[in-house]
């Protein structure tokens, strides 16, 4: 489980394809401190350690992964944003993040206002997934408040400490972006509807 507080940015340094298996060597601060078989959070995606090298550790990810998720889009030298799974004695200071990928999402716009940063989304709704005004949601790993909630899409504010230090100082308008929504929202919806 994780929080969606972002500890640190990696780089992508090497992908390789083996068989519908992708192979993502990550260079970060955090290699001394893993170990192989450990659950890292990778853009949100909930990935297991499976090597280590130095100052690089390699994740792989399934073909259902990348299908689902925007980790096929990553090329060496992109950034990624990294979250260890919190330890059972820490602090729970974002929401209940389970690093499984709901889907997608495209960035629609983006832009300075007063000092923070105001972004707006849209996803497709057919799946049946919904935020709701002040509730949580988590893009890239990244636990953030939805507002302006509405079927299919919704705002967050972005504070200059996230901005600076997650992969939204590199978005796009047009970027597609990892969603998980919120698990109670989830298990609610779900009761409601019988299923």
Known sequence: MFTGIIESLGTVRRITQAGSNV??????NLVPELKIDQSVSHNGVCLTVVDLDHDTYRVTAIDETLQK?????????HS????????????FDGHIVQGHVDQTGVLTEIRSEDGSWIADFEYDHSSGNLTVEKGSICINGISLTCFRSSEGSFRVAIIPYTYAHTTFHLLQPGDRVNLEFDVIGKYVQRILKGY
């Open 23 to 28: 192979h993502f060597d990550i260079e970060s």
């Open 69 to 77: 998720t925007n980790l096929g889009d990553l090329k060496p030298g």
């Open 80 to 91: 990624v944003n990294l979250e260890r799974c919190m330890p059972a004695n820490g602090r």
